[in-house]
């Protein structure tokens, strides 16, 4: 899996990264003084992660809990993301990690308490009138490592008795063993990634096929997690309704309506980084047939019309399955 | 033409005394450049970033025929790996470049499509020992003095490159190995020519063939192309080239047969032809207009001219007329009257029907 281990000096005796070292005997473990030092230094290509993938495991210097941009999550709430990764195992060939760090090598940071005592400042700042929610996800899926970084149950323990803030896990794997094995609560919501299946081939490379990711979804329902979904990236195509009725049609076979907490809708968007890395990457992706055009914010997605359309149409299909309107929220969009 | 580059010619001897491949050295404004009748030039960079960026940029210049460079040499192995040995030649991926004040953030790819590839990073001076090493194996575990120099102007220039390294040294392990280099040279230049040889085609390239099926189908289906609509054709069927995989299924999707029977002039049906393909590459777009426009219809038969955002990113829209008689006026009451705004509104704004 790993061509490299780097650790930070300061982290070595860390119980955590003993843990991922011990996991990854048979390869190269290097001493480093500061993961910066090394870590997105030097450009390194995006696709090297098939062949050359290294891991930095070190303790995240600075903010580690954010604000996350307006129309993020459902309104009304302040929404926030914490950083306690970079990068991702997928190749989601939309993907904005792809112009972002680099580096597409992966960094697992370790001191979690510390992003623990931030988030326990934001909720008391924010007060209980009002709830406080955390993102994990915005760097890196937060499940598919979560058996190697096994941070979860102290999250866990940590959010199970607040009445102000919820945690959402956003994730496109159907790694749940660790989940498995943690008792439910209600303030804490894993929120799957979907696309039609057709997309999820084309795009979402080396990511679960959406049949594991809703059996996934129907044993955490069943265990008493809740669940939410991220309709998002929603990418254009030939077929766009009827790929789209399908899935929903499949989803809601695994899981019924009134059980899913929340549904996000966002339409593909780029910025102009992003985009030119993406037609570097995957010069023959489907993405560049879609009729996306450079917008007004000099962002790359598809005009007003045909985004209001994409979004609209998915909308009803969710309603006519009896999914209740104020659960539907548009992500990123007006 | 291929240029090869060499940092010394003790590198490059082999090279130059193979008869078949029979250099010459070329007059240039420095010593070290050498022409074949192979379709091929060798140069000698000398060593260091400096000297080979300077002597490469001027041959790539004063050469626009140079199609590929191709990087040869030894290098030093960083680390203590099964996969590298000495005397193995190794195909270089990404290459990096280590300055004295430390680790330069742009990086040079090679165009190898090969999975078995290393990485390098180029050293602003010569790796020799254990410091070195654990300096710069965190980055790449092959070190060389050129590379990166190479990548650099081959990007400059967009000309292909290629890089293969004979291992020559273990840096980890320091030593006296210049001197020991030095007395391999001839050996790792055999190996690198061996290489190179059974690599690389040393047939001179024919004539690159054009492939252009414009005037195919001018001929096929009568058309007439403006240079203009070769323009926006070559665009648009690009375009649909990668959604339908193939040039069959993209005719097939253009139903050209129609084209044969349609009684229309050559540019008559070559506009035609431009319009199917626009609709086929943009197809909500163009099913917008078409139904924007019916919708606006009335007000166009008013001559009013209707104009909407760019890109349609608000859902308001401009109208304008210029109102001479009364009669304009009349027209233009009873066209408001026949516009349907609200199914405007709902177009502009992806309300579904």
Request: net charge positive; glycine share 4%.
């Amino acid at each position: 899996m790993f061509e490299k281990i780097f650790y930070e000096k300061d982290a070595f005796s860390n119980p955590r990264t003993q843990y991922v070292l011990n996991k990854f005997k048979g390869i190269p473990h290097v001493e480093i003084s500061k993961i910066e030092d090394i870590f997105g230094r030097v450009k390194k290509p995006y696709l090297q992660k098939r062949t050359n993938l290294n891991l930095f495991i070190g303790e995240k210097k600075g903010q580690l809990v954010k604000e996350t941009p307006n129309a993020y999550g459902l309104s009304g709430d302040p929404h926030y993301y914490f950083i306690h990764s970079y990068n991702c195992i997928y190749e989601c060939d939309y993907c904005y990690l792809q112009g972002y760090f680099h580096s597409p090598d992966l960094v697992f940071f370790i001191n979690h308490e510390e992003i623990i005592e931030e988030m326990r400042q934001i909720i008391k700042k924010n007060g209980s009138h009002k709830t406080s929610w955390f993102h994990a996800g915005e760097y890196s899926d937060s499940l598919a490592l979560s058996h190697i970084t096994g941070e979860l149950p102290l999250y866990f323990d940590f959010f199970r008795d607040l009445k102000s803030a919820k945690l959402e896990l956003r994730t496109k794997s159907a790694n749940i063993k660790e989940l498995k094995s943690l008792r439910p609560s209600k303030n804490i919501i894993v929120s799957f990634s979907l696309s039609p299946k057709e997309q999820i081939k084309d795009h979402d490379l080396k990511t679960p096929p959406l049949e594991t990711r809703l059996k996934a979804m129907e044993t955490l329902d069943k265990l008493g997690h809740p669940i939410a979904l991220h309709l998002d990236p929603i990418i254009f195509c030939d077929d766009f309704k009827s790929q789209y009725e399908e899935m929903l049609e499949s989803l809601f076979k695994y899981i019924s309506p009134e059980r899913i907490e929340y549904i996000s809708l966002g339409v593909v968007r780029f910025t102009k980084d992003v985009y030119n890395q993406m037609k570097k990457n995957y010069p023959s992706s489907k993405v560049h047939q879609s009729e996306l055009i450079k917008s007004f914010d000099g962002k790359v997605r598809y005009m007003r019309p045909m985004r209001l359309w994409m979004l609209q149409t998915i909308k009803n299909i969710c309603l006519l399955y009896g999914v209740k309107e104020e659960k539907l929220y548009l992500c990123m969009e007006e | 033409m291929k240029l090869l580059t060499f940092a010394h010619r003790a590198e490059s001897q082999a090279f130059l005394k193979n008869k078949a491949l029979s250099f010459k050295a070329k007059p240039f404004a420095f010593e070290g450049f050498y022409c074949s009748e192979k379709e091929l030039a060798l140069l000698i960079t000398g060593e260091g970033v400096q000297s080979a960026t300077e002597k490469l940029a001027a041959v790539c210049g004063a050469y626009p025929e140079i199609t590929h460079i191709i990087n040869m040499g030894v290098a030093g192995i960083l680390e203590d790996s099964p996969k590298l040995d000495l005397n193995q030649i190794k195909v270089l991926r990404t290459c990096y470049l280590s300055r004295s004040e430390g680790m330069e953030f742009k990086s040079f790819t090679t165009s190898e499509e090969s999975k078995n590839t290393f990485d390098c990073v180029t050293s602003h001076k010569r790796a020799l020992t254990k410091e070195d090493s654990n300096r710069l194996s965190p980055f790449a575990p092959i070190v060389d003095r050129e590379c990166w120099a190479i990548g650099s102007v081959a990007s400059r220039f967009k000309i292909p490159f290629h890089a293969y390294k004979i291992l020559s040294d273990r840096v980890f392990e320091s030593g006296e190995v210049c001197q020991q280099v030095k007395d391999k040279a001839l050996f790792f230049s055999e190996s690198l020519l061996n290489y190179f040889l059974e690599t690389w085609s040393l047939e001179a390239p024919g004539p690159i063939e054009a492939y252009d099926n414009l005037e195919k189908m001018s001929k096929d289906y009568s058309l007439h192309f403006t240079t203009s609509h070769k323009r926006k054709f070559r665009s648009l069927w690009n375009i649909l080239l990668k959604k339908y995989s193939n040039e069959k299924e993209v005719l097939k999707k253009l139903d050209m047969d129609c084209f044969k029977e349609i009684k229309l002039s050559p540019k008559e049906k070559t506009s035609f032809l431009l319009e199917k393909m626009e609709n086929l590459s943009t197809p909500f777009k163009s099913e917008l207009k078409v139904k924007l426009d019916q919708s606006i219809s009335p007000l166009k038969n008013a001559k009013c001219l209707v104009r909407f955002s760019e890109n349609f990113e608000d859902d308001s829209m401009e109208l304008s007329l210029k109102i001479r008689k009364e009669a304009d006026l009349i027209h233009l009451k009873k066209a408001l009257e026949k516009t349907d705004y609200k199914q405007i509104k709902n177009l502009l704004n992806g309300i579904p029907e």
